[in-house]
């Protein structure tokens, strides 16, 4: 069993810029994927960013350029960088990890992109 906890949500003006972190409760450098969703009201949930075992990474193409996923494997800790952000981002983030086939989810965060 994996836990995830998220943080660094919160309300933001558009163009600014925010960090979400996922502690996980166990070693993220055994994770086939480590990745963030997002869910805005009324939408599906859909896939922001993911890091593929060996370290490969893509990104939802409204994100590309503004968003980077990271990892940081002795804090066992993933991170979203978000920059430059829209209105259209506000949604509650959602971290989620695979390990041996086996899919882990978080809570979520909820990121306002207001002015």
């Known amino acids: 069993q994996v836990q995830l906890v998220e943080s660094g949500g919160g309300l933001v003006q558009p163009g600014g810029s925010l960090r979400l972190s996922c502690a996980a409760s166990g070693s993220i450098s055994v994770m086939s994927s480590l990745a963030w969703y997002r869910q805005a009201p009324g939408k599906q949930r859909e896939l922001v960013a993911i890091?593929?075992?060996?370290?490969?990474?893509t990104y939802a193409d409204s994100v590309k350029g503004r968003f980077t996923i990271s990892g940081d494997n002795a804090k066992n800790t993933v991170y979203l960088q978000m920059n430059s952000l829209k209105s259209e981002d506000t949604a509650v983030y959602y971290c989620?990890?695979?390990?041996?086939?086996?899919?882990?989810w978080g809570k979520g965060t909820l990121v306002t992109v207001s002015s």
């Open positions: 989620k990890v695979r390990r041996w086939g086996i899919d882990y």
């Open positions: 890091i593929i075992g060996g370290g490969g990474t």
